[in-house]
């Protein structure tokens, strides 16, 4: 077994290397290790930044009527990037979790579709779909997406499969070994991954010679997050090379990451939870001092983009995000290990001239937990008919029990959208059974006891 730093991580890029992990990515992980070994943390300390304030631009709300001329062609050299390459661990999930039900049967997956195939018949604009999956999610999801023939523009794939690297026993920094269960032994590199997955897949090259020079990136579980000429246009306008949407945090939020200015040297940075001490965390959740919940939802130019990389190698530089696990899920006695990740969101600091934009709410609808999901299932959530979502605000905050954790069990006990319209908070702490048409009106709480709610049941 490996004894130092340097054999460990000969090993490890071997081990990549023999799996068929691109250059850039291997190159990136190298640069983790090597600052991982040298002791960083990826710590970003409150008293090293401040709140963006007066650098955030804020967005319109848009009017009904045709989109402007420019934006529709700025709309027209757009091709969308979904991050799709999540299980829904967090929800007891162990396939896409873009496949999940949303709305009268379909998934994230097929409203995100039928969302891009609205725009693309409304505006007469070519607006490719690109989907980064992991290995654990793309034959599921290219099974589900073999429903839309129409999809693909020309030759231009629909899907590129992001990365995968070593994890790292917190002992020694060596690649593990886990002959039980080898996939355990490797791990996803983070969103970040997704700069260096379209170089050395090609498809940053192809996409360029196609004549398409902007990116829309978001995460497949945020339906907010549809095709919008009149973001495209922004972002043409601004000539910026990289560009971050932000929105006004509620509580439902507060621990998701946000963009602050570095004072070192006045950049702007991401900060997310993993990076922020257990201490300062209520710095971290201060709304007050930090309004803004970066949505992942990002802009890029593909030519600046693809200049950046080729100056910098492939490595980007990123900042470390290290997570610390066991190496089995299921057996908390397993050996520790490390998980080098980066953030997309991060490139932000990467960019001159990158820009933040505030937009409306209804951009960031995110479903990270059971919570979420049954807010985005309940009647607070109206549905355009191009499959655009529209949440009341303020939204209702619900919390939901240990019960609710997993989607099995959630499903079992709230099989029907909840009436929320009229609802400020839903905390739910025991093991309740819902029936059909339950409607909240104000702040409720249902105690640890339990029980069933009846059908019609209004709670008060």
Not at 65 to 80: H, M, Q
Not at 125 to 153: I, K, N, W
Request: with cysteine; proline share 8%.
């Amino acid at each position: 077994m490996p004894t130092t730093p340097e054999e460990a991580l000969a090993a490890a890029l071997a081990k990549m290397s023999d799996a068929g992990v691109g250059p850039s990515a291997r190159a990136i992980f190298a640069a983790n290790f090597e600052a991982l070994a040298a002791g960083s943390t990826g710590m970003i300390r409150e008293a090293d930044v401040e709140p963006v304030g007066a650098a955030a631009e804020t967005m319109g709300t848009s009017t009904p009527g045709p989109a402007d001329p420019a934006d529709l062609e700025a709309l027209s050299r757009t091709v969308l990037i979904r991050l799709n390459g999540g299980l829904g661990t967090s929800m007891g999930m162990d396939r896409a979790k873009s496949l999940l039900p949303v709305r009268d049967g379909l998934s994230f997956l097929d409203i995100i579709v039928r969302q891009v195939l609205a725009a693309r018949s409304a505006y007469d604009v070519p607006l490719p779909l690109l989907f980064m999956h992991s290995f654990a999610t793309r034959a599921d999801c290219l099974e589900a997406l073999a429903r839309y023939p129409e999809l693909p523009v020309g030759d231009l794939p629909v899907d590129m499969v992001q990365s995968q690297e070593p994890r790292l026993l917190q002992s020694d920094l060596s690649p593990v070994e886990w002959p039980d269960n080898p996939a355990l032994e490797w791990c996803p590199p983070g969103h970040g991954d997704l700069y260096p997955t379209l170089l050395d897949s090609g498809i940053l090259d192809q996409l360029i010679e196609a004549g398409f020079r902007y990116a829309s990136v978001s995460n497949s579980d945020n339906l907010g997050c549809g095709p919008s000429p009149a973001l495209a246009g922004w972002f043409a306008r601004s000539g910026a090379p990289y560009a971050a949407e932000v929105t006004a945090r509620t509580p439902m939020d507060l621990k998701g990451g946000h963009i602050v200015r570095r004072r070192a040297d006045g950049r702007l940075i991401l900060r997310e939870t993993a990076q922020t001490a257990p201490e300062e965390m209520q710095f971290f959740t201060d709304a007050a001092r930090h309004p803004h919940a970066h949505t992942n939802n990002l802009w890029f130019d593909l030519v600046a983009l693809k200049d950046k990389l080729t100056e910098t190698g492939g490595v980007f530089g990123l900042p470390l995000i290290r997570n610390a696990k066991v190496v089995d899920p299921a057996d908390p006695t397993s050996p520790a290990v490390y998980q080098l990740e980066s953030a997309m969101g991060a490139a932000i600091e990467v960019f001159d001239g990158a820009r933040v934009i505030v937009v409306p709410r209804d951009r960031f609808i995110p479903v990270k937990t059971t919570n979420e999901l049954a807010l985005l299932r309940s009647d607070v959530v109206t549905w355009d008919q191009a499959l655009t979502p529209s949440v009341r605000q303020p939204a209702p905050v619900v919390t939901l029990g240990p019960a609710y954790e997993r989607v099995g069990e959630f499903e079992a006990r709230m099989p029907h959208g909840l009436g929320l319209r009229s609802a400020d908070s839903l905390t739910v702490l025991g093991d309740w059974h819902f029936g059909r048409d339950v409607v909240v009106v104000g702040d409720v709480e249902l105690d640890a006891d339990g029980g069933t709610i009846s059908d019609g049941t209004t709670l008060s």
